[in-house]
């Protein structure tokens, strides 16, 4: 991902608008190459809030930079936790929870 520069010439000499900028983003996300970092991943205090981030990410493991992703946190045990999933707008999507 990032900016590309596309040089078009004839004869040695580039063409008009030449070079174009191409800006290359993150393909779609891909469940499979998301990625979750934090220590609420690991670690809760009962009664206090934890945290953990998810992370969307294209089908070459590309950061997004967007949100808008579906996804669906889930936490087994001896309770049932209150989940929070935020998106932040940015491709990372802020989940806090409390046991």
Known sequence: CGDYYVNIRRDGSPIAGSPFVLSVVAGKTHGPSCTAVGDGLKTAFAGHDAEFVVEGRDIIGNQRVVGDDPFEVEIEGPSTPQISVFDRDDG?????YVV
């Open 92 to 96: 990372t999507y802020l989940v806090t």
